[in-house]
Nanobody
Framework: QVQLVESGGGLVQAGGSLRLSCVAS????????MGWFRQAPGKEREFVGA????????LYGDSVKGRFTISRDNAKNTVYLQMNSLKPEDTAVYYC??????????????????WGQGTQVTVSS
């Protein structure tokens, strides 16, 4: 079993930056593929990005490519989502997710087994 806890959300002006954190417990990050998703009110949950350190691969959604970056801190078993050049359309609840099989990065929601509770990001114009 893997538990995920996100933090770091908040209110930021357009053009600003935020870094979200996701602390994982129960398994080490090396054995997992980690993903970030987001969901805006009235919309489907959208893939943001994912990374597999086992395979050395990463994948980002088109809407965030070049602005968002996923990284990790092994000592803290924590994965981060650095978000730069934020736009009002980035406003959403952001979720951290883990694929227990540690497969090559996946962009589909159904591929992930564990989810955090979400953290709200609001970007004002």
């Amino acid at each position: 079993q893997v538990q995920l806890v996100e933090s770091g959300g908040g209110l930021v002006q357009a053009g600003g930056s935020l870094r979200l954190s996701c602390v994982a417990s129960g398994r080490t990050l090396n054995s997992l593929t980690m993903g970030w998703f987001r969901q805006a009110p009235g919309k489907e949950r959208e893939f943001v990005g994912a990374i597999s350190w086992k395979y050395g691969t990463s994948l980002y959604g088109d809407s965030v490519k070049g602005r968002f970056t996923i990284s990790r801190d092994n000592a803290k078993n924590t994965v981060y989502l650095q978000m730069n050049s934020l736009k009002p359309e980035d406003t959403a609840v952001y979720y951290c997710a883990a694929d227990k099989f540690g497969r090559v990065v996946l962009g589909t929601r159904s591929s992930y087994d564990y989810w955090g509770q979400g953290t709200q990001v609001t970007v004002s114009s």
